[in-house]
């Protein structure tokens, strides 16, 4: 069993930037993908980016790319979201999640653990 912990939410005006963390709590969760998806309020939760095990494979959502950047760290087992330019439609609830099957990633029915999420919030 992982368990995930996001932290770094908050809020921030329109253009700024947030780094999303997510720590796990097993050092197995280096065997797993690890993605971050978003809800906001009254929408399905979407996919935004994914990083392979070893993290020599990313994919973006086609609304974050060029916006924001998936990283992790092994060792710390914690896997990051660094998002720029930010806009207000970017405000939802993001949650990190772990997958065995990065090919099939942009599909939150594919992932196997879920954190509780980190609220995020453009405005000015």
């Known amino acids: 069993q992982v368990q995930l912990t996001e932290s770094g939410g908050g809020l921030v005006q329109p253009g700024g930037s947030l780094r999303l963390s997510c720590a796990a709590s097993e050092q197995t969760f280096s065997n797993y993908a690890a993605g971050w998806f978003r809800q906001a309020p009254g929408k399905e939760r979407e996919f935004v980016a994914v990083?392979?095990?070893?993290?020599?494979?990313?994919d973006y959502a086609d609304s974050m790319k060029g916006r924001c950047s998936i990283t992790r760290d092994n060792a710390k087992n914690t896997v990051y979201l660094q998002m720029n330019s930010l806009k207000p439609e970017d405000t939802a609830v993001y949650y990190c999640?772990?997958?065995?099957?990065?090919?099939?990633?942009?599909?939150?029915?594919?992932?196997?653990?879920w954190g509780r999420g980190t609220q995020v919030t453009v405005s000015s």
């Open positions: 999640a772990a997958t065995l099957n990065y090919y099939a990633a942009r599909a939150k029915d594919f992932y196997d653990y």
């Open positions: 990083i392979s095990r070893s993290g020599d494979n990313i």
